[in-house]
Nanobody, 127 residues
Framework: QVQLVESGGGLVQAGGSLRLSCAAS????????AGWFRQAPGKEREFVAA????????GYNDSVKGRFTISRDNAKNTVYLQMNSLKPEDTAVYYC????????????????????WGQGTQVTVSS
C-alpha cells in the first residue's frame, strides 16, 4: 500500500494559480501510476490528470487541458498538480490517487483503477 497526503489547496480568485502537492509514503513511489481527481458539491468524483511511473507520459481531462500540468519528483516521493487560469468551475475537493495499473491511455484513469486515495484538499475559486 501507499499512503498519500495532499497539500496546497486554498482560496484563489479566477485567473489565479495554485500548486497542489501529494506526498507519498509506503511502497516505492516509482511502482505506481499517479493521478488527481476532484469532486464538487453534489457531483461525482471526476478524473483530472494522470502521470506514468517515470513521468514521461501524462493524460488530462479535456476541461483542464492547457491549464493544468501534472508532474512528479520520484526522488522526493511527490506528485504535483500545477493549476493555472483557474475558473470558478474548478472549485472542488482535489484527491491524489495511486494505481498499480499500467495505462495505455493516461487520460482514461478511472475510479476502478485506483488502489489508494489521499484525504483531499479543498480548492475554491472565486469569481
Amino acid at each position: 500500500q501507499v499512503q498519500l497526503v495532499e497539500s496546497g489547496g486554498g482560496l484563489v480568485q479566477a485567473g489565479g494559480s495554485l500548486r497542489l502537492s501529494c506526498a507519498a509514503s509506503g511502497r516505492t513511489v516509482t511502482s505506481y501510476t499517479a493521478g488527481w481527481f476532484r469532486q464538487a458539491p453534489g457531483k461525482e468524483r471526476e478524473f483530472v490528470a494522470a502521470i506514468s511511473r517515470s513521468g514521461s507520459r501524462t493524460g488530462y481531462n479535456d476541461s483542464v487541458k492547457g491549464r493544468f500540468t501534472i508532474s512528479r519528483d520520484n526522488a522526493k516521493n511527490t506528485v504535483y498538480l500545477q493549476m493555472n487560469s483557474l475558473k470558478p468551475e474548478d472549485t472542488a475537493v482535489y484527491y491524489c490517487a495511486a494505481s498499480w495499473n499500467y495505462m495505455s491511455d493516461y487520460s482514461a484513469l478511472g475510479h476502478g483503477d485506483v488502489s489508494s486515495w489521499g484525504q483531499g484538499t479543498q480548492v475554491t475559486v472565486s469569481s
